[in-house]
């Protein structure tokens, strides 16, 4: 039983600078180039008389739409925020499923260490990506209307409301719910990143138990254990994508809602 | 006992009583939307991708207590 070695950190593969180049940013980087010549080809033959992959990128493109306009309320806004959702899901979907293409696993540095890792069984990458998106919906909620978002967090307004001295309870504890929103706001971020750090971590120490388990193992064992992990890299992708947009959605409404009020 | 393999029954044990509860929570949603997709099979698309969504919901809790084994084992 030869278990092969599970590393949290990234390993370092090379040095420029004062950055060390990890694995996980080698991987990154490659699934970007990924996706960008993979959207000039689709670009190139994109027409009114769809090719394949035209309408397989426009499937997934339309429903992401239609969620996001759920989510936002008028297709307008969707429209807006739209390129960025679709950036992370792209990026997330290719890079979840990266070390499918063969071969890509055997790179191996002259030391030992490999030269590709899943990207999103790195937690930098995720709690990088969660904290912007969600540092981003507050950013854009608090340009839109500074006074009212600190109001949905910090609720003064409730004291002022109140119609007699028996409510302050209730106000209290009101208030009191709103100051622990701010606690939840962090919450919110971590909890989105170590569910995709989770999910791909934990598929990729499976597989590499099972296959390392025994000799016999190797070879027909782990396929089941892969395409759970195929799945859970598309499920997780979808759910990292609309948990945001559910999360950028809800603080950029709760600004504009008070507005027309 | 030694601290090694205390640390390992700890993270054992963690995840064996954390995943119980999600479990137990991802099979009452995915039933309860079975239940509603077979009564009104016009809308399963849309249930469907709520139920994946809460599904997800579900999981955190044992990937909370995945994190917490993680850090038993490798950081202490």
């Given at each position: 039983m030869n278990i092969p070695t599970i590393s949290i950190p990234a390993e370092t593969i090379a040095q420029i600078g004062p950055i060390a180049v990890s694995n996980s940013m080698v991987t990154t980087i490659t699934s970007s180039l990924i996706i960008i010549v993979m959207a000039f080809f689709i670009r190139r033959n994109a027409g009114v008389k769809p090719t394949r992959l035209q309408v397989a990128f426009e499937l997934v493109l339309e429903y992401l739409l239609n969620q996001m306009t759920l989510a936002f309320g008028s297709e307008k806004r969707a429209r807006k925020y739209f390129p960025l959702f679709m950036t992370v899901l792209l990026l997330l979907i290719v890079a979840n499923q990266?070390?499918?293409?063969?071969?890509v696993e055997s790179v191996v540095t002259s030391d030992g260490t490999s030269f590709f890792r899943t990207p999103t069984s790195h937690y930098s990458l995720t709690i990088g990506l969660a904290a912007f998106l969600l540092i981003l919906g507050h950013v854009i909620a608090f340009a839109t209307h500074p006074l009212r978002h600190i109001g949905n967090y910090v609720k003064l307004q409730l004291f002022f409301q109140m119609k007699s001295i028996k409510d302050l309870p209730m106000t209290l504890i009101e208030f009191g719910l709103g100051l622990l929103d701010i606690i939840g706001e962090f919450a919110k971020i971590i909890s989105l990143a170590t569910r995709l750090f989770g999910n791909m971590f934990a598929g990729g120490v499976v597989i590499a138990i099972v296959s390392g388990l025994m000799f016999a193992t190797q070879f027909l064992v782990p396929i089941p254990f892969l395409i759970l992990g195929i799945l859970s890299g598309f499920v997780q992708a979808f759910v990292f994508t609309i948990l945001s947009v559910l999360f950028i959605s809800s603080t950029t409404n709760a600004v504009i809602q008070s507005n027309n009020q | 006992m030694e601290t090694e393999s205390v640390k390992l029954l700890a993270a054992g044990l963690c995840m064996a009583i954390g995943s119980i509860g999600s479990a137990l929570a991802e099979g009452f949603v995915a039933g309860k939307a079975m239940e509603s997709m077979a009564r009104n099979p016009k809308i399963a698309d849309k249930l469907f991708t709520n139920m994946v969504v809460a599904i997800a919901l579900c999981e955190s809790t044992a990937i909370y207590s995945l994190v917490i084994a993680l850090i038993i084992l490798f950081a202490f």
């Open positions: 990266f070390t499918l293409l063969p071969f | -």
